[in-house]
């Protein structure tokens, strides 16, 4: 059985510096990941906000230019050239005109020109004599490529964001002609290639007007700045593990302190064994655990026999090194899973765990015919055998700590009044008016 005052045994230096480095190396990746999510969702969120405001500026620009289209057909209804064409009728001048100004005049019995196909945005304006109106003149743009350029040059958007311009949900330009992308939260599909996308409604129904990004180009500005904080990891951990190994030592020697502090406060001093309360608290949990599985468990109270006259006849310190010699006797009578342990003065106990009563009585005959072997020098030169005595009883025939203890020392008393160096069991009957934590035992000798 190992005694309860071996050194606890240090962990070696380098387990303190690994569970240094693991552990700055856990805080070290959790902040490098925070660290990360929390760029990528910055990036998104500052994209889908550029994305958004490109497609409000687009739109706020189409309203731009349908105002820009009014003021050109006004322009070309006051222009001396058409008035002078319509007045004189001159075909080939209105049709010129027409042509140049993708405008379609329409005359009291007849049009001339024609505007782009739906879907468009046109405008029209009409030319009288204070009268009569003489003819109309409309101008169009068909809803595609050029209203998209034209937009495009006026909308800050980020490098590799485009417009995309849809009339009842299908691309008019910016895209596949025709097809039907989906937007939802933030995010479409064209084709195969995903997107970031924003859009707004323009000043013509059913039409809208996109924003988009591609994931791919996101995804690489966090991508960059990921590999920028791993870098900072890495050179984290490779700084934290030097420092470890510097800190291992002190943290091992620190925790060695406490845990031998620790095991100062349950260790009784002159012989190296648990004292009262590392007994006690020893004592309780074997119960426990016991209760808890149904077993059993042996308690032995000891007291060497006439402790007062050796300390009296040969001194304090003959008095001391019986009872370390008494302490190895009995610890080396015992399994390695007891507990032997100083109770007090020249007593001692004994716990001993899934022991029945009668194996606890065997273990303490067994102590007892050690002790024997304790040869107590007198002045004279002589020697003289120690004797001890011995009380046993048993869990859970005895019911809790105070129960059991109260039994073995009854017993213990026992032997000491039926002539000492001897070992008493204590037992209860199967009486209706006894509890099985009744302290009074029945006794017997081994």
Known sequence: M???????????????????????????????????????????????????????????????????????ASQLATSLELQRAVITRDQAG?????????????????????????????????????????????????????????LRHNIPLPSHASLVLLYKGAVMAGGPRGSRPLFANGRTKIGTIPFAAQSAALELPHARLAAIEPVSAINALSDRYRSLVYLAAIATLAVAGGLATRLARPLASIVGEVAHLSRQAQTDALTGLANRRGLTDRLEAELAHAQENGKSVS??????????????????????????????????????????????????????????????????????????????????GEGAHLTMSFGVAEFPTYAGVDALVAAADAALYQAKRSGKDQVASSTVEARPDRPLDDPQPELGLA
């Open 299 to 380: 308690f032995v109270l000891a007291d060497v026999d006439d402790f007062k006259l050796i300390n009296d006849t040969h001194g304090h310190q003959t008095g001391d090194h019986v009872l370390r010699q008494v302490a190895r006797a009995l610890t080396g009578s015992v399994r390695e899973l007891d507990l032997v342990a100083r109770y007090g003065g020249e007593e001692f106990a004994i716990v001993l765990p899934g022991s029945r009563l009668a194996d606890g009585v065997r273990l303490a005959e067994r102590m007892r015919k050690a002790i024997h072997e304790i040869n107590v020098a007198s002045s004279a």
């Open 94 to 150: 209105l049709e010129r005109i027409a042509t140049a100004h993708h405008a379609l005049i329409a005359l009291r019995k007849r049009t001339v020109g024609a505007l782009p196909a739906q879907p468009r945005i046109a405008s029209t304006a009409t030319i009288s004599d204070g009268k009569r109106v003489l003819a109309t003149v409309t101008v169009g743009l068909p809803l595609g490529k050029d209203i998209l350029t034209l």
């Open 2 to 72: 190992r005694r309860h005052d071996e050194p606890v045994e240090r962990l070696p230096v380098t387990r303190y510096a690994v569970m240094l480095f693991l552990l700055t190396a856990v805080l070290t990746g959790i902040v490098a990941v925070v660290l990360v999510k929390n760029a990528k969702r910055s990036t998104w969120q500052q994209n889908a906000t550029a994305l958004s405001g490109g497609a409000h500026v687009g739109a706020s620009a189409f309203g731009t230019l349908r105002s820009n289209l009014r003021v050109q």
